[in-house]
């Protein structure tokens, strides 16, 4: 999921209307722009008091601010954009308050933007997680707000948002973060170790004991029983799949297979982030659904992740390519070794079970089907990877199903790795969804 961005140039296979036009500007940004300090994407907020403008556009500024922070990986941005929704969907419905608030009663004056409350409440949640940027969000910052007229409406939505975000942020110290865990275990048939070429230790092993957002635990999703014994029939058969169709050299995978694993091989923050932004669009959202389906979405996929990060630090399995040149150590006579072996895409710095990109996926399209009440997706999804490949899926398995594949193919998860993340994420998500983000009973104004 690290892999460096590419140009998004192609942008003729999108379908011509003013959001899929709007879609290819904000991935062009999202893709061509360095991250650093002076990375964060200027507002383009509209001043229609209904349009969901700011909520896409500071989704869009969040996204480039947390993977261009020196002082995190680009795995953490799934936790902090999470919080980022949070604070603005709190802001936004309490004011509208047409869906039930997240952790939060606090009420906003009779007179309240939504626009100006989504506004503070993102700026002050990039700032305090992400201060590098603080003078590129400050002006991101000014310009939105000088888009929105002046008057008490507008004073009292910044003064909302601020108060919803500070709550958030609140809610949020000592959850976990940054703890100083390690991951230490001996080297063993089975164990996960630094793969090389980077021999990196385990990313971010406190993330699966962080205190998520919506599930009570990363242990609730997070434990589905360890993969499957070295010596099973299982394991055997998805140990011949991965050596086969998932080398850097395979004569065995299609090239249309090749091109399914490189469209899944880039950075899922991007490529989820950016077909939510299409959704609001597609469908013609205002601000009020548009801050619900970003927090939805996010935070199921937040805690879809936290999830995982407790099953890949409970388990800590090895990856293929270590399995693969280490076989001889396994104790299965039906595996055999290949020390030259190499998977398609570089090893992330991470165990294999579960699957990240599966566990986000899972809950992605879970959530995403979940609160717009309808398994009929119309997603189109961009790859970071390959400039301009873009895909249309209506149906949330199919997507699905692609991204187990694609991860297979990469060489870089056994099947039962990437199934077992795709089930867990569509848990989270569907815990999540049946308990908040429930319409209210006649209190929307």
């Given at each position: 999921?690290?892999?460096?961005?590419?140009?998004?140039?192609?942008?003729?296979?999108?379908?011509?209307?003013?959001?899929?036009?709007?879609?290819?500007?904000?991935?062009?940004?999202?893709?061509?722009?360095?991250?650093?300090?002076?990375?964060?994407?200027?507002?383009?907020?509209?001043?229609?008091?209904?349009?969901?403008?700011?909520?896409?556009?500071?989704?869009?500024?969040?996204?480039?601010?947390?993977?261009?922070?020196?002082?995190?990986?680009?795995?953490?941005?799934?936790?902090?954009?999470?919080?980022?929704?949070?604070?603005?969907?709190?802001?936004?419905?309490?004011?509208?308050?047409?869906?039930?608030?997240?952790?939060?009663?606090?009420?906003?004056?009779?007179?309240?933007?939504?626009?100006?409350?989504?506004?503070?409440?993102?700026?002050?949640?990039?700032?305090?997680?992400?201060?590098?940027?603080?003078?590129?969000?400050?002006?991101?910052?000014?310009?939105?707000?000088?888009?929105?007229?002046?008057?008490?409406?507008?004073?009292?939505?910044?003064?909302?948002?601020?108060?919803?975000?500070?709550?958030?942020?609140?809610?949020?110290?000592?959850?976990?973060?940054?703890?100083?865990?390690?991951?230490?275990?001996?080297?063993?048939?089975?164990?996960?170790?630094?793969?090389?070429?980077?021999?990196?230790?385990?990313?971010?092993?406190?993330?699966?004991?962080?205190?998520?957002?919506?599930?009570?635990?990363?242990?609730?999703?997070?434990?589905?029983?360890?993969?499957?014994?070295?010596?099973?029939?299982?394991?055997?058969?998805?140990?011949?799949?991965?050596?086969?169709?998932?080398?850097?050299?395979?004569?065995?995978?299609?090239?249309?297979?090749?091109?399914?694993?490189?469209?899944?091989?880039?950075?899922?923050?991007?490529?989820?982030?950016?077909?939510?932004?299409?959704?609001?669009?597609?469908?013609?959202?205002?601000?009020?659904?548009?801050?619900?389906?970003?927090?939805?979405?996010?935070?199921?996929?937040?805690?879809?992740?936290?999830?995982?990060?407790?099953?890949?630090?409970?388990?800590?399995?090895?990856?293929?390519?270590?399995?693969?040149?280490?076989?001889?150590?396994?104790?299965?006579?039906?595996?055999?070794?290949?020390?030259?072996?190499?998977?398609?895409?570089?090893?992330?710095?991470?165990?294999?079970?579960?699957?990240?990109?599966?566990?986000?996926?899972?809950?992605?399209?879970?959530?995403?089907?979940?609160?717009?009440?309808?398994?009929?997706?119309?997603?189109?999804?961009?790859?970071?990877?390959?400039?301009?490949?873009?895909?249309?899926?209506?149906?949330?398995?199919?997507?699905r199903n692609d991204v187990v594949d694609a991860r297979v193919w990469l060489g870089i998860h056994f099947r039962f790795a990437d199934t077992a993340g795709?089930?867990?994420?569509?848990?989270?998500?569907?815990?999540?969804?049946?308990?908040?983000?429930?319409?209210?009973?006649?209190?929307?104004?």
């Amino acid at each position: 999921m690290d892999t460096v961005f590419q140009a998004f140039s192609q942008s003729a296979r999108l379908r011509a209307t003013p959001g899929r036009r709007r879609l290819v500007m904000c991935v062009a940004i999202l893709l061509l722009m360095p991250f650093g300090s002076a990375s964060v994407a200027t507002a383009t907020t509209t001043t229609d008091a209904g349009g969901p403008a700011v909520v896409t556009d500071w989704n869009r500024i969040a996204v480039s601010t947390f993977l261009g922070d020196p002082t995190k990986v680009p795995v953490e941005s799934f936790l902090y954009l999470g919080f980022v929704q949070a604070a603005v969907y709190n802001a936004v419905i309490g004011i509208d308050r047409r869906y039930e608030p997240y952790r939060f009663r606090a009420r906003a004056p009779h007179r309240s933007s939504t626009q100006a409350a989504a506004v503070a409440a993102a700026h002050r949640v990039l700032v305090t997680y992400s201060p590098y940027a603080r003078v590129a969000l400050d002006e991101a910052h000014a310009q939105s707000l000088a888009q929105i007229p002046d008057g008490s409406a507008k004073t009292n939505g910044i003064a909302y948002g601020v108060l919803a975000a500070d709550r958030l942020i609140a809610m949020r110290a000592g959850d976990g973060r940054n703890a100083p865990v390690l991951f230490t275990r001996p080297p063993a048939p089975g164990v996960w170790r630094p793969t090389p070429p980077a021999s990196a230790p385990m990313f971010v092993p406190w993330m699966g004991a962080v205190t998520p957002l919506l599930v009570r635990g990363g242990a609730q999703f997070g434990e589905p029983g360890p993969p499957p014994a070295l010596t099973s029939a299982r394991y055997t058969r998805d140990f011949a799949e991965v050596k086969a169709f998932g080398s850097a050299t395979s004569t065995a995978r299609t090239a249309e297979q090749t091109n399914t694993a490189l469209f899944f091989s880039g950075n899922a923050v991007v490529q989820i982030n950016t077909a939510l932004a299409d959704q609001v669009a597609l469908r013609r959202l205002d601000i009020v659904d548009a801050a619900r389906l970003f927090a939805a979405v996010g935070m199921s996929v937040a805690d879809a992740f936290i999830s995982v990060w407790h099953a890949k630090y409970l388990y800590g399995f090895w990856r293929p390519l270590t399995a693969i040149n280490l076989a001889d150590t396994d104790g299965n006579p039906a595996t055999v070794a290949d020390p030259t072996w190499t998977p398609l895409l570089v090893n992330p710095p991470y165990p294999d079970y579960v699957s990240g990109y599966g566990g986000v996926m899972g809950a992605f399209t879970q959530a995403l089907a979940d609160t717009l009440g309808t398994r009929h997706l119309r997603l189109t999804l961009v790859s970071s990877a390959v400039p301009g490949a873009v895909r249309h899926y209506d149906s949330g398995r199919v997507l699905r199903n692609d991204v187990v594949d694609a991860r297979v193919w990469l060489g870089i998860h056994f099947r039962f790795a990437d199934t077992a993340g795709v089930d867990m994420g569509r848990q989270v998500a569907a815990w999540a969804l049946d308990r908040y983000f429930r319409p209210t009973r006649g209190e929307h104004r």
